[in-house]
């Protein structure tokens, strides 16, 4: 017999990405025009709590992670005094962003905060998520490439999080690797031990084309908020893309506040105009979600892979059988390197100014 699941009258809060999953697509350059137009079309279309930061979050700025052309702070001031009804949130990773940064986005309007760790190291998140409730935050522990723990011990991890104050626990499918089946899992494992009051999120990467289907499948183990990417502007293939996800729920009778239509001009005029690349699934971005490899890798992997000669697909599929996480971007160089030595594109040794032996 087929099991028809009702959604009719579920209510889910979406959390929109584009202007800080998004800069990583756009190598950290987005102006603080942009910043406005996006962020007020998203608020005039209903959208109701909207991130605004570097990709990597508080305290991004630098070699490893880029530097965008202005400060959060200087963002929020642009941002956050033409929001209407959305609040604005920032992302935060401990030991890259500090509780000084905290304090500072908090200042300059922030209301809610994604304290991101990996998916095994919640315990470094004790301090920054105790800080943001402290302030008042709206306080979410976002456990990071959430594939590579099983869902028992994920949900320990959350279990950790909420305990340091943490109101709501993200599964956060950093690479787009998980099925449907993986997101259950995983999503029923951390409802079976949270408080009834702690809500769950699902953050989503469409590299395998499963956002929408994933998100949906985490709203159905009782989920209450999806991160999504107005025109899917993230990293890797993108976030779930916040009009195509609302289309879906309108038509599911899920409600989320959003206007359809308006979501729809936001990507058509705005956001598609703003991409340097067409964020889509393609070569590599598939090679992320089949290998599980973190999407903020992407860009990366393609710059390297041209001064080295190797196909980015390659070195993706490296890094994935190395199961590397954020945080350690200068992995994906030392890997293009040894598939370039190996391969003898290069001579011996580790220099920045390497001339290929054969052209690319
Ligand atoms: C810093 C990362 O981009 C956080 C994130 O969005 C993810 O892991 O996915
Ligand atoms: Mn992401």
Redesign the pocket.
Known sequence: MTHVINRQGRKVLIHEMALR?GM?AKREQISTEQMIKVATALDDAGVPLIQVTH???LGGQSLQHGFSPHSNEEYWDAVVPKMKQATISA?L?PGLGTMKDLQSAYDHGVRSVHV?THCTEADTSPQHIAYARKLGMDTTGFL?MAHLNDPKSLAEQGKLMESYGALTVYV?D?AGYMLPGDVTARIKALRDVLKPETEIGF?G?HNLGMGIANSLAAIDQGATRIDASVGGLG?GAGNTPTEVFVAVCDRMGISTGCDLFKLMDTTQDIIFPMMDHIVRVDRSSLTLGFAGVY??FLLHAERLGKKYGIPSRDILVELGKKKMI?GQEDMIEDTALTLAKERGLIPGGNSDKVTPLRAA
């Open positions: 999953d990583h990709g990597a979050g992302l990773i991101a990071m956060v950093s953050h990467h990293a999407s903020t954020g």
